[in-house]
């Protein structure tokens, strides 16, 4: 009472708890403040009145605007300098949506060479707006590029010449290119979502192939080509050759296929197989013609040759000079006669009589056709060599008669020098190719493929004896061993005479 302190009065509060909630409140700021610095995508935070209270750096980084030149803007404001007319309405109309509280789609834009997914969720609980951009130009550059290469894709499968089209695993047309509708006989708004068998497409002859085919493309194999002959919507019928394999578009199983249209070809092949059928039947008539023919001749021209011959040897001198030159005329022409017709024999029989080709030692072959030629070449003077002749697959018979008609003209065919001849065979494409090469008084270029031509001389018989048959026999029994036969020559040059024919198995194997 008289003023003098008695005491004191004193109260405390524990906020330990309050002080620990701060500091977490603390720490959370700090790490959202780190996420927000350090996320890939630009975030902006706008007031409720719609001003600009903060970015972070991959907003700056993404647009290319500083913090400093947009904080504190309007949207509006920013969105006017950032875009073109057209955009900034559209970013303008989602903005007062925003306002409103409305939640939108992300928006894309274009900015700077660069197009920018902005997305604006609905407001904070304090009506502030919080947004992200991203930088989606490389997506939306690949998805351009995707388009292109679809409609690069779409245009090379409608202008494809073969028919390109889609089956689900039920065998629906899924799609179709214009081939495709030719091959149906149908548009394709007319077969797409109906199967092959609804369209009436393939034949019943024709459906266990096809569902063998199905069943392959489901457990995963390519399949073809196969050959099936189909029926048109329009009533044609199309011989097509078919693959098909099973692929995934979008997420869907489905089968894609494609046929080629060969009905011309198979008409094509089916008349060439009618030819050649014929013209095998009738090489056979021709050759069993000429073998009766020649055949047939042989008895009365024998009868003619050995009376003219009688002829000569009890009336030569006793009658006049002009009789003998007669009767001469008349030997030396039945002469002739019986060559031509031996030599006929010899060229029909080379079709007729020949043996299936094995392998053949055409060193051993080329060793009696020399001795056969020994009085030729002696006669001659003629030097003939060789180097090491292969085994091939031949008729050696035939082998032996090629052989000999071409060392035989090469030792006749000679200018004033002695003949020499050189054989010689090298490999070549899975073939031997022999060389008769000479000196002689060779053959020019235009006569290169009348020469092998049957009864064709290129010399009077003056001149050269024979019946113009040899080289005709020589291709002849070439092509008869799947060959050919050539020639390399200049008039006065020499000649090299050139065949192939096939390696033994062996050989090909090593190959």
Known sequence: AD?????????????????????????????????FNAVGEGIFHLSAAGRVLEVNPAFERITGLARSEVIGQTAARLVARMLDLRQVRGMLRNVSRVLRGEELEPLEVE??????????????????????????TERHRAAAELRKSE??????????????????????????????????????????????????????????????????????LEVGPLELVLNRSDGGRVVVEARSQPVTIDGRRCFLGVARDVTERKRAEEAMAKLTEELKRSNAELEQFAYVASHDLQEPLRMVGSYTQLLARRYKGKLDADADEFIAYAVDGVTRMQRLINDLLTYSRVGSRGKPPVPTD?????????????????????????????????DEVQLGQLLQNLVGNAIKYHGDEPPRVHVRAERSNGAWMFSVKDNG??????????????????????????????????????????????????EGAGADFRFTLPATQEEVQDD
């Open 3 to 35: 003023g003098n302190v008695v005491g004191t009065l004193s109260s405390g509060e524990d906020i330990t708890e309050r002080r620990q909630a701060e500091k977490e409140l603390q720490t959370s700021r700090e790490r959202l403040q780190t996420i």
């Open 111 to 136: 900015f700077r060479e660069k197009v920018l997914e902005v997305s604006v969720p609905a407001r904070n609980q304090d009506r502030s707006i919080t947004g992200v951009i991203r930088d989606v």
């Open 151 to 220: 409609e690069r894709f779409r245009a090379l499968f409608e202008l494809a010449p073969d028919a390109y089209y889609v089956l689900d695993t039920q065998g629906r047309f899924v799609d179709g290119n214009k081939a495709a509708e030719a091959m149906v006989g149908a548009r394709r708004e007319n077969f797409i979502g109906k199967s092959v068998l609804e369209v009436g497409l393939v034949p019943k002859q024709e459906l266990g192939k096809a569902g063998a085919a199905v069943a392959q493309n489901v457990l995963g």
């Open 362 to 394: 055409a060193e051993e072959v080329f060793g009696r056709v020399l001795r056969n030629l020994t009085p030729a070449i002696e006669e001659a003077g003629a030097v003939v060599t060789h180097d090491r002749l292969p085994t091939v697959m031949a």
């Open 441 to 490: 008084i060779g053959i020019a270029p235009q006569y290169h493929e009348r020469v092998f031509q049957i009864f064709q001389r290129l010399h009077t018989r003056k001149e050269y004896e024979g019946t113009g048959i040899g080289l005709a026999v020589c291709r002849k029994i070439v092509e008869r061993h799947h060959g050919r036969i050539w020639i390399e020559s200049d």
